[in-house]
T-cell receptor, first 112, second 114 residues
Framework: SQQGEEDPQALSIQEGENATMNCSYKTSINNLQWYRQNSGRGLVHLILIRSNEREKHSGRLRVTLDTSKKSSSLLITASRAADTASYFC????????????FGSGTRLLVRP | NAGVTQTPKFQVLKTGQSMTLQCAQDMNHEYMSWYRQDPGMGLRLIHY???????DQGEVPNGYNVSRSTTEDFPLRLLSAAPSQTSVYFC?????????????FGQGTRLTVV
């Protein structure tokens, strides 16, 4: 399978704590993206990091990318109950097909 | 802006029936794709299109057909529904040739095949 792998599969934390999710992939990439999915809804784009970038920030989100290890991490700082959702990494390969391949996802529960 | 619109939102089919899931986008995106999401799993790519008249297979294409006659529409056809096709289907669009290649998703179609 071309899918990326994410860990942990599920994460439960207290409001105010930080949440870290990891993503690994197997191919060379153009960019890597993170998406959020609330229960029963479509996916919403959070942040994109290009292959020549190592770290990117957006509000309470911090993404890192290590292309030598083919891995990425998403850190959500000072989590809130509203952050409860599933989070998916997705990567765009270097070939010309523009296929966006998704990881298996991390289910995050933030307890009030 | 409507973004990506999928219809229907819910559908129940009997084994062997055929149907078409509709997807339309109003952002003039070149790239459109269909994914299926099964419980506890990520999204798996069924078919995709890089422009009108061009389609290609993704990871799990069997049992599905697509066509792309216009930039806006990308319907997914189930030829003869099977229980294994019970899933939530998402359509997405993006403009991959550029700095920002984020995908925009529809709200999904929940399909049950009995």
């Amino acid at each position: 399978s071309q899918q990326g792998e994410e860990d942990p599969q599920a994460l439960s934390i207290q409001e105010g704590e930080n949440a870290t999710m990891n993503c690994s992939y197997k191919t060379s990439i153009n960019n890597l993206q993170w998406y959020r999915q609330n229960s029963g809804r479509g996916l919403v784009h959070l942040i994109l990091i290009r292959s020549n970038e190592r770290e990117k920030h957006s509000g309470r989100l911090r993404v890192t990318l290590d292309t030598s290890k083919k891995s990425s991490s998403l850190l959500i700082t000072a989590s809130r109950a509203a952050d409860t959702a599933s989070y998916f990494c997705a990567f765009l390969g270097l070939d010309s097909s523009y296929k966006l391949i998704f990881g298996s996802g991390t289910r995050l529960l933030v307890r009030p | 802006n409507a973004g990506v619109t999928q219809t229907p939102k819910f559908q129940v089919l009997k084994t062997g029936q055929s149907m078409t899931l509709q997807c339309a986008q109003d952002m003039n995106h070149e790239y459109m794709s269909w994914y299926r999401q099964d419980p506890g799993m990520g999204l798996r790519l069924i078919h995709y299109s890089v422009g009108a008249g061009i389609t290609d297979q993704g990871e799990v294409p069997n049992g599905y057909n697509v066509s792309r006659s216009t930039t806006e529409d990308f319907p997914l056809r189930l030829l003869s529904a099977a229980p294994s096709q019970t899933s939530v289907y998402f359509c997405a669009s993006s403009q991959p040739k550029g700095i920002n290649t984020e995908a925009f998703f529809g709200q999904g179609t929940r399909l049950t095949v009995v």
